[in-house]
């Protein structure tokens, strides 16, 4: 199945299902936002499903919690008797249903409480996230609760699972996911990436045994740390099964906003997935996952922005070294997306593990030898533990429009024919216009943009590819090849001889007479010096001892296309062209004078 069928999955029923339930909000306008919509939608979206799906055990339910509080049975041991008779990874012990509820609308509000409260630890941990306690008392407030609630109960909003199944519920909640998400049009990209991105990191991330997956299945794992509503863990899973029904993946993600986490938990359990995997908190300062190991890290975290607010536990976990995740070196307090990428490569699987993961361009670049950030690329590149880095079209994303940057890493790359080698590929011209834009984003990546990028990818060589206007370049270097010496150089003291002056068999250098050279690591620096130094100062040498490392990835200049300037000719004949326009308006308008 293609990308635009998959994209087409949210079919015409789907999004009618979300526009019905949506259309409750008329019921919010004026007390909320519109942008404030999705605070009550969402969280009662999750509640009705969970409502429908707990009916047919609801007694049977309710009947054994009183049993085991006589018992006084608590813990591990009653949650699992409860979801075993739910039949499901979540329970509601209350009396309460939808239903009852409105049979009492004078005690809505305080039966409302009771009824939330009934639910098991995993959903009430959702309901306090989207901090609802406040948004329910401003329904209490604004006298919509009741209706709300009544809304949710009629027939538009039917969510039994006999009528929706667990697929097309998570479809449904996605609509809704979006349609939230772009009410705050350029703000959606915060914590909603689009599946056009997504779909392509998983073509790249699952690409080199995507026949073998077909073919077999598998069983895999999964992790995003900064999952923000856990559109890529899904949207991975989806290509999966795609690929085989037969394949099994569980799903792991971090994320610190509370609102964004609660709709990823939520959607993974309205899914049947593994929703304990899903772990609220600071990925960077307070790691749900240390010594986990994953199959696919797929993420997009958050790119300039600081880490001061970590500082403090980064900094502690870096004195570490390699046994932590910031053994390779610290980036610069204003931009953190690089403390995110180790944090990456320590959690793949040894031998096999794969990552994509967004960066801005500041990744490539930015950093001094010897500075943390170039440290940081040195590590991963010197490991070979980077395959491919795929610059993007600029307006891809909701609340960007600049240079962005999938960077493929893997550790079973040595394995392979990349062994020892980087590939690039611009894909900046590779896009599709969209006929409306939301926010920053005016392009998509169709199904032809993703197809001429993987095949780039999987050809691995030095090629132009073209199909139609859509252009993609693919450029294979050495590992060696981004990485540079920068070296001091010194002008030795002469005596009256012209031979350099020594002092303690050391060439003594003239003060104020330094130079810094940049001699790429692929060149021999005597050699360097000879042929470009020495021809104009022979007294020139290199000071080993300040010798620096440094690691860059110089993407634009690699793929620079020189355009030579349009002849002074041809400007002075659009000039000329220019002027007898000009004479000849002007005597349509004043005459013939």
Known sequence: MSMEQLQRQTNANIQAKANLIWEIAT??????????????????????RFDDALKPTKDAVVSKAAELEAERIVGDAHDGILCEIAGRDFYNTSKFDFARLLADPDNIEANFETYLQ??????????????????????????????????????????????????DMGYIFEELIRKFSESYDAQAGAHFTSRDIIYLMTEL??????????????????????????????????????????TALTCFGQEFNPETYAIAKADMLIKG?????????????????????????????????????????????????????????????????????LNGVKKLKEGSGRMAIIQNGSSLFTGDAGSGASEIRRHVIEGDLVEAIIQLPTDLFYNTGI????????????????????????????????????????VDLDDACIDLIVRAYNEFSNERYMEGELAVESKVFENAFFGFNKVTVETAQTDADGKPVLKKGKRQPVKGKSDI?????????????QKNVLPFNPYAYIDYTKNKVGYEIPFTRLFYKFVPPVPSQTIFEEIKALEAEETTLMRELFGNE
């Open 517 to 529: 050279e940049i001699i790429p690591l692929q060149e021999d620096m005597n050699s360097y010096l």
């Open 205 to 246: 991330l699952v690409s080199p045994e995507k026949e073998q997956i077909i073919a077999r299945g598998c069983a895999r794992t999964a992790y995003d740390m900064a999952m923000g509503t856990s559109q890529m863990l899904g949207c991975l899973m989806e290509r999966l099964k795609q690929f085989n029904r037969n």
């Open 273 to 341: 997935g593994h929703a304990s995997g899903m772990k609220y908190g600071d990925t960077l300062s307070d790691d749900q996952f240390k010594d986990y190991e994953f199959d696919y890290i797929i993420s997009n975290p958050p790119f300039g922005i600081d880490w001061k607010r970590e500082k403090t536990a980064v900094e502690e976990e870096a004195k570490h070294g390699y046994s932590g995740r910031f053994g390779p070196g610290l980036p610069t307090i204003s931009d953190g997306q690089m403390l995110f990428l």
């Open 27 to 48: 019921h919010l306008v004026g007390l909320f936002k519109p942008h404030e919509y999705g605070k009550v939608i969402l969280p009662m979206t999750v509640l009705k």
């Open 403 to 442: 240079s962005t940057y999938i960077w493929l890493l893997s550790k079973g790359k040595k394995k392979t024919r990349r062994s020892g080698k980087v590939q690039l590929i611009d894909a900046s011209k590779c896009f599709a216009k969209r006929r409306k834009n939301i926010g920053s984003k005016r």
């Open 118 to 167: 009934g639910f098991s630890d995993n959903v009430k941990d959702i309901i306090e996230n989207f901090d609802f306690s406040n948004t329910v008392k401003l329904m209490v407030k604004g006298g919509v609760l009741f209706v709300t609630i009544q809304e949710f109960n009629s027939a538009k909003a039917d969510m039994s699972p006999d009528k929706i199944t667990s697929a």
